[in-house]
């Protein structure tokens, strides 16, 4: 049986479909958001928490945390 801290190589996840945020909470580094994620494949991930910084805001070029969490999921416009 494989250790369950070895690390697993995958070439590819599953899409998320929509994710909602429950709350943000500011910290000294950037904020700390709890979400619930529904996945592609009919699963759904609750009270996932995500931390997201300011220098990744500023990378993204926003100050609005739910477009931050957006880029940060892999949700861009084309």
Partial sequence: MADIFDPMEYEIGVPIRTFNILDTAVTEEGYDVLLNIDLDSGYELEDVKMKISFEDLAAYET?????GVKYALGFFTE
């Fill in 63 to 67: 100050n609005d945390i739910h477009e």
